[in-house]
């Protein structure tokens, strides 16, 4: 596998995200905290994953430090697993990239601590540089900052990635306003991060295709490097444009937010033409963060023109008892399944 940069000259880059949601999903993580501690306690859970999301077109692992911050465990009274939690998911991320020829990128994220000042600047820098380099330790291929909704906090997560000579993908989540907190324009966020120094810019998180879409195209335009985009696999609306926001009117109109989104999740097919769009406004680098699941990072990659090995068993309704189209297929089955 070419570096990063490389293979995005080649062609567009699938990462698959979304570990915390579906971690949480199998019953092997707590919503609420969100803490990965999974990593230490069901380390085959999350090599599992890693590989399945490969087999299913993910072109990079993503070690799962999602909120293995020290300040996430500091709220849950355990900065001592900080370390050995870090370094066991890079760990996994890097036997699987190795055994399957996909990238190994590190992660840094969001910290909830972050707001301009230079107390609490101080605080993320350095737990920005700890994260990173146990991830440079072992060698990753470049680390993925995301989901920030202030500028200033990706910036300080690039100026540590960058000072570990890395190469940086840097995203941001777009709240309902439309805003980051500390920039108006996600495109003017975006501009600033690639002009100090990311070579990937774009946004992840929060945001379904539907009301991600309609940000990209000035992000393209706002920068040179690759732009990228990883929707969460949500319905959301106009009027309800984030994962956060929706409410489910089956519900009472209760939030879905965040252990009952499942009825607004995306199919398959509507990832696929989300990234059909997002490739032709110009993005390169396109993935699927919290709800992810395979068959959507599949749709993805299949939509880019890639055939990962999950594509074997991709949907083929021809052979199918009541659709298909096999002259063995009898009218008197069709007749059995009026619905269809
Ligand atoms: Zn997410």
Request: proline share 7%; charged share 20%.
């Amino acid at each position: 596998m070419p570096d990063l940069l490389e293979l995005l000259r080649q062609r567009p880059v699938v990462c698959a995200e979304g570990y915390l949601f579906e971690c949480e999903r199998r019953g092997y993580l707590q919503a609420g905290a969100f803490v990965p501690e999974v990593v230490l306690e069901h380390p085959e859970v999350i090599e599992g994953l890693h590989r399945e999301f490969v087999h299913a077109g993910s072109d990079v692992v993503e070690a799962f430090t999602y909120y293995g911050h020290r300040e996430k465990l500091r709220v849950i009274g355990k900065e001592d697993i900080l370390e050995p939690l870090n370094r066991q998911a890079i760990a996994i991320a890097s036997r699987v990239a190795r055994d399957t020829g996909a990238l190994l990128a590190g992660n840094l994220c969001n910290t909830n601590v972050y707001e301009p000042g230079a107390a609490a600047e101080r605080t993320v820098r350095s737990a920005f540089e700890e994260q990173v380099s146990w991830a440079a330790e072992v060698g990753v291929d470049f680390v993925i900052a995301e989901t920030f909704s202030w500028a200033g906090e990706a910036l300080l997560a690039l100026e540590a990635i960058r000072a570990a000579g890395l190469p940086a993908v840097v995203t941001f989540a777009v709240h309902r306003e439309g805003t980051l907190r500390d920039v108006v324009s996600p495109a003017d966020a975006c501009r600033q991060a690639a002009q100090a120094g990311a070579d990937v810019v774009g946004l992840n998180c929060i945001r379904g295709p539907l009301t991600m879409l309609p940000l990209l195209a000035p992000i393209r335009a706002a920068v040179s490097c690759p732009v990228a985009a990883l929707p969460v696999p949500y319905r959301t609306t106009e009027a309800q444009p984030s994962m956060q926001a929706l409410r489910d009117p089956a519900r009472g109109g209760a939030q879905a937010f965040p252990t009952a989104l499942d009825p607004f999740t995306c199919t398959r097919h509507e990832l696929g033409d989300f990234a059909t769009a997002a490739v032709g406004l110009g993005v390169r680098y396109l993935g699927i963060c919290c709800g992810a699941g395979p068959h959507h990072v599949r749709a993805v990659a299949e939509a880019i023109g890639e055939a990962p090995p999950a594509s074997r068993y991709s949907p083929d309704m021809s052979k199918h008892s009541f659709l298909g189209s096999d002259p063995g297929i009898t009218e008197s089955y069709r007749e059995y399944a009026p619905d269809l």
